[in-house]
């Protein structure tokens, strides 16, 4: 019953982790949604850059006004009778589409000359309005409105406009308007913006119109279907291939062909003749000005910022191959159901018997969110689905973070638990290195130089037979509440409390230094404390209570001994009885204190005296023993 408790006790507190794991991604995107979202739009520029194709796109070509135009041509603008000039050329070139990317706002001479230009091929105009902003900035006259529809939720509202001169005019007219991310880079176009109930198309979008001869009249409706955009634009035309649009109305801009993929050319070499022969022939030209100073420069994807015009080419390229990309309506329940994929994984992992290092959950928090950004890498390059990644990511890798936090809490306080338990049995050094270690690096048995002591009180047995046990009993405790004391204020360790006898060890587990020297030190301080204690059995016509102690210093095995499901620590070897056998044969030699010939060569001259050898119960050779002087001039 009580494991049943503890494992549902525990499951809670994970399951109340990863709830904060929520909470804390929450709070994220309350107090920097603009910094989470432009991450996951950097890396996903980031893969359209490094896999952009650099093939020529000869569908879509660019007639750049550029530094070598000025120069050869004059300073910008240039008299109408030029772009007039300009648009014959393309015209002659076999053009089947003239899409200006510059806007015309005043009247000049000239503009009876560009505009029968105009007519002579298809062509679509830009404007331009003032969406983010406020104001009410106008100038010419706005063209292109749609039929329908009408402004709806997913259409922006302008707040002004530059159009082209009354003077200029086309069937299909095309906003620029960009949608300006706050790192200064244009990744969405809106596919509409709204004046006055009315509705005008992207440059792109009014050029597709164009080509395809869609009319006026578009249709925008909400997405159907799980796999669908939050809405979509039908073109009368183009009647399987719907414009996804985002919740805002807006086109996701694909870089995905690189710089040198846009097919450019010269307009001061269309006007002097020097384009490649059918480079022009059947191509959507798309006019701008790269010049500096002249058009406009945006920051894209691919780095640094380039002209808008190419901008206006990504995006007319992707609508040609239905390749624009969009968020799918599935993308909420596809990041919901990868974060509830990882906190599966990650409860498992911390479910599991396997010990792991306290890195072992956020390293695994960190791979899956590198499989959720891969998985998005996935669809993004490779179909239209813009499905997002961050927000499992995050979550992943603080669901790992907290999970791990909470583990080694856990962790921690058993083995604080455990030590607590083993301190009651074991010696403390002991205890630690069961409880607070791992269990691959717990107690091993190991050779060491060790010194032992044993402590024992004399003739306590035929105290015990006389006395009470409970008077007994009290002895006892005071006894080894006093040893333990003075033996670990001197580095000893108590190995053990074994009837009426105390035996400790130096030197192992800790290491500890000069140990000879701090056992005999510590058997006199013994010697000065315990007796003074001991009760006053004469009364009862008992013999008196005394303190033997034995040491020795030598080679011992240190560890565990024992069976796997019943062990015990202890210290082993022929130090140890060297040490018991002193100990008893204290009262046959009246000496409190005695030694072996291996703690005795580590000791200074002048400290011990010899008494000789002796042969111990249970040894085949005979040991030297020796007494500390003190003790000596006490006896004297």
Known sequence: MRTAFVTRSLLLARLMALVLAVGVLLLLRVIAPIALSAIEERTGSWLWKISATAHDERRVVLVDIDEASLAQLGAWPWPRERMAALSDRLTALGASQQIYDMVFPEARQGDAAFQAALTRTPSVLAQVFAVDQGGVTQGGVLQGALTSPVCAAATPAAHGYIANTANLHAEYVGHITPRIAPDGAVRHVPALVCLNQKSYPALALAALMAGTEAGKQLMLTAGQGWLAPDWQLTLPSLPDQPVPLDAEGNLRVPYRLAPSGLVSVSAVDVLEGRVPKGMLNGAWVLVGATAFGVGDAVPTPHGGAVAG?????????????????FTPRIAVLYQFLLGLVAAGVLLGMAHSRARLPVYALPLLGLGLGGGMFALHAGFQLHSRYWLGWLNPALFALLAGAVLAMLEHARSRFERERLFSNFASYLPAPVAAALALRAPEDGIRVERREVTVLFA?????????????????????????????????????????????????????????????????AAAQALQQHIPPQLPDPSAHG????????????????????????RRTHTVLGQTVTVAARLQALTADVAEPILLGSGAAKHLPEGTLYSLGDFLLEGLRQPCRLYAPIASVADGQ
Request: net charge negative.
């Open 456 to 520: 024992d009180l004399r003739n306590f047995s035929a105290y015990c037979e006389a006395r009470p046990p409970e008077e007994t009993a009290a002895v006892l405790q005071t006894f080894f509440a006093t040893a333990t004391d003075i033996i670990e204020a001197h580095g000893g360790m108590v190995e053990s409390l074994q009837g009426d006898a105390v035996m400790a060890v130096w030197d192992a587990p800790t290491p500890c230094p000069d140990h000879p020297s701090l056992a005999l």
């Open 542 to 565: 008992l013999e008196q209570l005394a303190l033997g102690v034995g040491i020795e210093t030598g080679t011992a095995l240190v560890g565990s001994f024992g069976l796997a499901r």
């Open 309 to 325: 015009v190419s901008v206006h080419a990504q995006l007319l390229t992707a609508l040609l191959d239905d390749a624009l990309p």
